[in-house]
């Protein structure tokens, strides 16, 4: 059995204190396995089982507390963007242009969008790095409407009664 390397009074305090000051449960628990070895001396297969973790996840925290201290102890957050092309600002920019045509009644296709992106990284992407860039901005797929925007329905109605259809007959009813 390995013995536990002693831990000064003032390393015990900033545990607790750590610990106290938690602001996620992550935190919480990975200052609790310390202070937990520390104040009453658990095993880590007891600290484990307490916390409901495996025992390398305790071994850890301890090793990283053993090496670089309570600033080695913080848990690092996780997820973000690590593959990204340009940054988000980057993209809002990109799009700002598209925006403004789309807004004065443009018909805006992606492989525009595409385009501009593939030279603004200077390589070549798929297309699904465009579709989820779009998503991440809430654009979606809007069809212009059926209807023109000058079109006169009494116009309309009028030349579809006094208009020859193919049959050579008049008026449509």
């Known amino acids: 059995m390995r013995l536990y390397k002693p831990v000064s009074e003032r390393d015990q305090r900033k545990v607790e204190t750590s610990m106290q000051k938690a602001t996620t449960k992550l935190e919480y628990q990975h200052f609790q396995a ?33 090496g670089g201290g309570i600033a080695a102890t913080i848990p690092q957050a996780r997820g973000g963007r690590h593959r990204e092309n ?55 797929k809007i069809v212009p409407g059926r209807v023109h925007p000058e079109a006169n329905a009494a116009r309309q109605e009028e030349f579809k009664k006094n208009s020859e259809t193919l049959s050579g007959k008049r008026g449509v009813r």
């Open 34 to 66: 310390l202070w937990l070895r520390i104040r009453f001396g658990m095993k880590t297969d007891e600290i484990a089982t307490a916390q409901g973790v495996h025992q390398s996840t305790v071994k850890r925290i301890h090793a990283h507390f053993l």
């Open 86 to 140: 340009i940054s988000l600002e980057m993209e809002t920019e990109l799009l700002r242009g598209f925006t403004e045509r789309a807004q004065r009644g443009d018909v805006i296709i992606t492989r525009e969008i595409w385009r501009a992106y593939e030279q603004q990284v200077g390589h070549q992407v798929p297309c699904s790095t465009i579709s989820r860039l779009l998503q991440r901005h809430h654009w979606r």
